[in-house]
């Protein structure tokens, strides 16, 4: 049987070596192997030698750099970026074939350079060695060549690092060495080294410049012309390349076409490992390891990591006992949630605090402790990113580090389109291939120097041979002339921002370009989406562009029509929620919005409570505080003799007191300001509870207080005694209306023959006297009807509106007369929602209305504008109270 005979070609990059592969199994070239220059002289240098790779090189700086003494760079080497920073100026440093060693007493910074690669060369394996190493242990091997790599052909390259200059020449003497160039061209140092150059004609393909309005744009328009190409059959996805030299500006443009399009579009140089399942819970990791542990990042994280060993143990659905709104940024948070925690909480009855507990404690380490924390939370794809990305940057800043590691999409790059930089086309051509971000600066590129060894130190063109212009400018000669189909040359007009753009120098001379508009027709769409925006006509056939269509067409009619909240007579719905029990806000919102009664109390549409730390308290969030601290202080002041013979001493300890315990409640349960200002608001909060309890007015013979006293089914919020049973309906007469709440404060007379209703306001003071205040105030009214239903019609009631602030007192005047006036609104509001009139109010899209979103845009100033004329005439009655004082 024949023996095969060895050969080697050598390939310059993934694809390349891919799709040499490829071809060779095609053709049964049994005995070729296809490898870097790199790999092939590492082959003929025997034993176990291999090359330093890049994750190898990080580990090994990573473990070094903290005990190298790094002369004027001590300072910095412990920065975010300095591991990146020093491999890739190792990297030059070898790739050149510089002996640091040799040239450190030229400069105190190739000195700290030198010691820092003995200490990395010390700690990585023995057969792990520098090009030189390599390139030198190989020479003494030459005469092995023939046997080890048999005749040599180098495919795809321009240029090759001065380090394996020398063995090349070396080579060239045992074996044959072939350097196929085809049209490109080919390094002067090449002549008379014995290496046989194999040149082609340059290809002729067809040429067009076009522009496009924006990088994404840009992206857009190569899709399409891949569509294009693919729908007519003149090429197979292999022979089709997008190319840029600036891959990361059009990554995640690309990615998301990718997936609307549903080609398969290779990323040749990987995409960033944050975008899968795996590195977007190393990413959860990461933000609770730099910025602290929080409830909202815990979740994320739990949700990610469902199966980590710290989580195991729970119970499904334990994410349940977290309470919703509370933050939990803070180690006594957590101690306090933890601590209060029963096993009837738990789903499954059993306690499971400790282990919860455990894995708080863990994640509260933070960045010392994120290998530990890593190891615990992650496993398999998800804990190899997590070390990565530890070895790649310090663990402060994992986070960013995490960023920018990149993994292969999974993708076979012989059989698909494929989106890959220059340096990848040029060396693995394909027939059909748009050339994208050819702007200023953009391509080719800007040199910059080394971010450890400056150019006065050593030249940049004697450490870095070919400059990343130099090879931006090179790739794209290249490309040009082994292109053999065609070529679309491509540039933005603007960048994201607006700004205008440069063309690239290398677009001289190309011809004319063409100007494509943003908004302009596609010949072919590249996605369904794209399409459908291509046809209007098509598109307004669609059930939801007809609806969307008949919506803003309605929209901007001054008429009332379905889309402004016209539904049809006694729907269940709304038969539903005029039959539950109300409170006194919801038939505010009743009178003021009937669109959002429905949308709150039918849909139930609420806006979700964001747990991030706001920079101040809104007014809502003072007024609830108030309140609490009130409710509280007041309970204990009247177990302990009551309210009406406290001093101001005593009632300046109790509000002490219970501010003291609320805001520990708050604090565990709500987000809260940062320290400085979530203090200065709870001083602000015991000066306005101090007012309102000290309050002086004609005291009630007697009188017990009484606060947040619930009453129509309200479940009580203390084990406090209520003047009456709660559980008590209140029905308001001749509306069919049942009404529940919470009295901020009940003053009863010891003879129990009169009554004070107080509703406290933390907002600021009316102008004027108010009673209804154009249907905002029904408080008063409805409290106020409330007692005297529970108490007895023999009661004298007074209700009130006191200011804590201004230490204001409205009292409202014959509160009989003003719940008469009231009844005849609220049974219109009912009589007009049944007929199907759930339209705006002067409410709607004010400033307090939390469900405006679901408005179109600007509204309060044009939609609301437009059609109150004829919600007014629609509601009829119910228009009144708006203007009622």
Request: hydrophobic content about 45%; proline content about 7%; glycine content about 6%.
């Amino acid at each position: 049987m024949s023996v095969a005979r060895r050969s080697t070609l050598v390939v310059h990059g993934r694809l390349a070596s891919r799709e040499g592969r490829l071809s060779a199994a095609r053709e049964r070239r049994h005995g070729l192997q296809v490898m870097s220059f790199e790999q092939a002289a590492a082959r003929l240098a025997g034993g176990f030698t291999k090359p330093i790779d890049d994750e190898s090189l990080r580990a090994a700086l990573q473990a070094v750099l903290p005990a190298t003494r790094m002369g004027e760079l001590e300072r910095i080497k412990s920065l975010p970026g300095m591991i990146d920073a020093a491999a890739d100026t190792l990297h030059k440093v070898w790739r050149a074939g510089i002996d640091l060693s040799a040239r450190a007493a030229d400069h105190p910074r190739l000195a700290a350079i030198a010691q820092l690669e003995a200490a990395v060369l010390a700690q990585l394996p023995i057969g792990m060695m520098r090009p030189l190493d390599i390139a030198a242990t190989a020479m003494r091997r030459t005469v092995h060549a023939q046997a080890v790599l048999g005749p040599m052909e180098i495919v795809g390259l321009t240029e090759l690092s001065p380090c394996w200059r020398p063995l090349l020449r070396a080579l060239a003497e045992h074996i044959p060495v072939q350097w196929t160039a085809g049209p490109r061209t080919t390094p002067a140092w090449l002549e008379g080294t014995g290496v046989r150059v194999i040149r082609a004609p340059s290809a002729v393909p067809a040429v067009s410049v076009v522009s496009a309005a924006t990088s994404y744009h840009e992206a857009i328009e190569a899709m399409r012309w891949v569509r294009s190409i693919l729908s007519s059959g003149e090429a197979a996805p292999s022979e089709i390349a997008i190319v840029s030299a600036s891959t990361a500006d059009y990554d995640d443009h690309l990615l998301a076409l990718r997936a609307d399009a549903n080609i398969d579009l290779h990323f040749v140089h990987g995409v960033r490992t944050v975008i899968t399942r795996e590195g977007q819970a190393a990413a959860a990791l990461a933000d609770i390891v730099v910025r602290g542990l929080s409830q909202s990042r815990l979740r994320r994280l739990a949700a990610l990591c469902t199966n980590s060993a710290p989580f195991e143990p729970l119970p499904e659905g334990w994410l349940r006992v977290l309470p919703s709104d509370a933050p939990l940024s803070t180690p006594g948070a957590w101690s306090r949630l933890l601590a209060r925690l029963k096993p009837e909480n738990w789903p499954d009855g059993a306690d499971h605090a400790s282990v919860l507990c455990a894995a708080v404690d863990l994640l509260g380490k933070g960045p010392n402790a994120a290998q530990e924390i890593g190891e615990a939370f992650l496993k398999g794809r998800a804990l190899t990113i997590w070390r990565k990305a530890l070895l790649a940057g310090p663990a402060a800043s994992i986070d960013t580090t995490l960023e920018t590691l990149k993994q292969d999409d999974g993708l076979e790059a012989c059989v698909s389109v494929a989106w890959m930089p220059a340096s990848a086309l040029a060396a693995s051509p394909r027939r059909f291939v748009r050339l994208i971000g050819l702007n200023s600066s953009r391509w080719p590129r800007e040199i910059a120097e080394d971010r450890l060894i400056p150019d006065h130190i050593i030249p940049t063109a004697e450490l870095d041979p070919l400059p990343v212009s130099l090879a931006d400018r090179r790739d794209f000669e290249t490309i040009l002339v082994t292109t053999t189909g065609e070529i679309v040359l491509s540039s933005a007009r603007r960048d994201s921002d607006g700004r205008l753009l440069g063309r690239s120098p290398l677009l001289a001379g190309h011809g004319k370009e063409v100007y494509l508009r943003r908004n302009a027709v596609p010949l072919h769409a590249f996605s369904e989406t794209d399409r459908l925006m291509a046809r209007p006509p098509e598109f307004s056939t669609d059930p939801q562009a007809i609806s969307a269509q008949g919506c803003w067409r309605d929209w901007r009619r001054t008429e009332i029509t379905e889309h402004d909240g016209l539904v049809r007579p006694d729907h269940p719905l709304i038969l539903a929620i005029l039959s539950r029990t109300q409170s006194a806000s919801s038939l505010r919102r009743l009178l003021r919005n009937p669109l959002s009664f429905v949308w709150v109390y039918a849909f139930g549409w609420r806006v979700p409570e964001s747990s991030a730390e706001p920079l101040v308290l809104d007014a809502l969030g003072v007024g609830v505080l108030v309140h609490l601290v009130l409710d509280r202080a007041l309970g204990d002041l009247e177990s302990a003799g009551g309210l009406a013979t406290a001093n101001n001493v005593t009632i300046m300890a109790a509000i002490d007191h219970a501010a003291g315990l609320i805001a520990a409640d708050w604090e565990n349960e709500r987000a809260v300001p940062p320290a400085v200002i979530w203090k200065r608001t709870l001083d602000d909060v015991r000066l306005m509870a101090g007012r309102a309890l000290a309050y002086c007015d004609t005291p009630l013979p007697g009188a017990r207080s009484f606060g947040e006293v619930p009453f129509g089914g309200s479940v009580p919020k203390s084990m406090t005694a209520t003047p009456w049973d709660p559980n008590l309906p209140v029905t308001i007469p001749d509306t069919g209306f049942n009404i529940a709440g919470y009295i901020d404060r009940l003053d009863v007379a010891g003879d129990g023959k009169r009554a004070l209703v107080r509703d406290y306001k933390t907002g600021r003071l009316p102008p004027t006297a108010i009673r209804l205040n154009g249907g905002r105030e029904l408080q008063r009214c409805l409290y106020a009807f409330a007692v005297k239903a529970l108490l007895g019609d023999d009661v004298a009631i007074s209700a009130s509106l006191l200011f804590p602030r201004e230490q204001i007192d409205l009292q409202l005047d014959d509160p009989e007369a003003v719940l008469a006036e009231i009844t005849g609104y609220l049974r219109a509001a009912r009589i007009s929602l049944l007929s199907g009139a759930a339209l705006p109010g002067p409410d709607t899209s004010g400033d307090y209305d939390d469900l405006a979103f679901a408005l179109p845009a600007n509204a309060s100033a044009t939609y609301c504008k437009r059609k109150l004329p004829g919600a007014i005439e629609r509601l009829g009655e119910i228009a009144q109270i708006w203007e009622a004082e």
